[in-house]
Structure formats: C-alpha cells, structure tokens
C-alpha cells in the first residue's frame, strides 16, 4: 500500500492513496480559521468507522441479512498532551434492514471490532474501545 501527501498552502494538504482517490486535509489557520478538510485525527477516526462499518455490511451480506443500511457514529476522547493519542473511542452502529437478526448484527459488529477491522486494532494500543449497536426494521 503506497500513499502520497503533498502539502498545498497555508495549513492544507492533499492526500492521494496508491489508488488514485484523493482527499484535502487540514488544520484551522488565518484569521477566519477556516479549515479545509478534515484534520489528520478526524480522518483516523473516519477511518476507523468506515473499516469497522464496511465488515459489518460485508458480513451481514455474506449471512444473507437484507441489510439496507449501516451507520457508525463515533464519539472519541483524546491525551490532554502531546502526541494527542485516542484515549477512548466509543462506535454506535445503526444497522437498517427488512427482517435483520439482531444475533446476527451483534454477531457481526463484535467480529468487526474484536477480530476483522485492523484500524479498530490499531487505535485500540491507545484507546479504550466499546461499541454498541441498534436495529432498525425496515420491512
């Protein structure tokens, strides 16, 4: 895996995966303390979520659940100093779906975050992790 961050200006950068997708990062700066992107933390962070979110679906799919819909919102702490590590990350899953197993969402989110999504291992050396999850019935 290759990625490329080129700084732009100001306190923004692009970054660009081995893939070709890019992104624009930043931090506020200048008077009206604009910023263009997401902060380097905030992307972790969506990272995290989108990884964790993407095994559930997979997962689910893969079961034969009629799964709609997955949203992971995540609420995070971070050190009061220096590098700033995650301290605690909590991930709510909202899973919609006609007819979903609730034992089988639970199922799946738990093998996500304990097992499957390396960005959840990853940021769990720092963060205390937990999860929990709702179900939604569309049918």
Request: with cysteine; net charge negative; glycine share 12%.
């Amino acid at each position: 895996m290759q990625a490329r961050v080129k700084w732009v200006g100001d306190r923004t950068f692009v970054g660009e995966a081995g893939s070709g997708h890019a992104v624009v990062l930043g931090t506020a700066h200048g008077e009206q303390g604009q910023k263009p992107g997401p902060s380097p933390m905030e992307l972790v962070l969506i990272g995290t979520g989108g990884c964790s979110a993407f095994d559930v679906v997979h997962i689910l799919e893969k079961g034969r659940e009629a799964v709609e819909d997955c949203v992971v919102e995540l609420d995070a702490e971070r050190a009061g100093t220096d590098p700033k590590v995650f301290t605690r990350i909590h991930m709510h899953f909202v899973v919609k779906g006609r007819g979903l197993s609730a034992k089988k969402v639970e199922r799946a989110v738990n093998l996500s975050v304990e097992k499957y999504c390396s960005a959840s291992a990853m940021v769990a050396k720092t963060a205390e992790m937990s999860h929990d999850f709702a179900v939604v019935d569309t049918g």
